[in-house]
T-cell receptor, first 117, second 112 residues
């Protein structure tokens, strides 16, 4: 299957700082990438959908100024958590898809565990 | 509001048992349902179901979709300890938007 690499896998940062998470599709061109957040023992909550070359579409309740998403190329999307606070501590996962027309499955990155202290 | 509900929330079985996991959905413009297995980190893809009544199989795992009753089941036969994981299902509108709604998952524990 297709490979999606997410980096870093774990990050600890101080409150008030910004953290950037990268999501790369290694062997295919991802026209669309998705960012999810997962709290302990809860399901994946879609935060935003990013299409290469255009602005991300954010889900209701997700602050676009706090969670900056950039999808500058067909293989890379980044999520920047700005001015992080302890309540932003969570598990963030990206997924990527290459073909919206035939509705192929999405492939997930390994996830990033963010801890804000 | 779109939602996906999975049951049971958790399940403990012994090796060799057969389990059935349930997923019901209410998703606007539904087109496909995905099943994932999540162990410690990222979910891994199991099945994508788009047609009603057609069973998909992969080894000891199989899944089927009922678009009339709006649910899907995931069966695991002859369970092994390595099957212990959280199983997620997600319903989505498919082509054009690819926005999937995830259920809360079923936590399966298989005892030796």
């Amino acid at each position: 299957g297709a490979v999606v690499s997410q980096h870093p896998s774990r990050v600890i940062c101080k409150s008030g700082t910004s953290v950037k998470i990268e999501c790369r599709s290694l062997d295919f061109q991802a026209t669309t990438m998705f960012w999810y957040r997962q709290f302990p023992k809860q399901s994946l909550m879609l935060m935003a959908t990013s299409n290469e070359g255009s602005k991300a579409t954010y889900e209701q309740g997700v602050e676009k100024d706090k969670f900056l998403i950039n999808h500058a190329s067909l293989t890379l999307s980044t999520l920047t958590v700005t001015s992080a606070h302890p309540e932003d501590s969570s598990f963030y996962i990206c997924s990527a898809s290459w073909d919206r027309v035939t509705n192929t499955e999405a492939f997930f990155g390994q996830g990033t565990r963010l801890t804000v202290v | 509001e779109d939602k996906v509900v999975q049951s049971p929330l958790s399940l403990v079985v012994h090796e060799g048992d057969t389990v059935t996991l349930n997923c019901s959905y209410e998703v606007t413009n539904f087109r496909s349902l995905l099943w994932y297995k999540q162990e410690k980190k990222a979910p891994t893809f199991l099945f994508m179901l788009t047609s009603s009544g057609i069973e998909k199989k992969s080894g000891r795992l199989s899944s089927i979709l009922d678009k009339k009753e709006l649910f899907s089941i995931l069966n695991i036969t002859a369970t092994q300890t390595g099957d212990s994981a959280v199983y997620l299902c997600a319903g989505g509108p498919g082509a054009g938007t690819y926005k999937y709604i995830f259920g809360t998952g079923t936590r399966l524990k298989v005892l030796a």
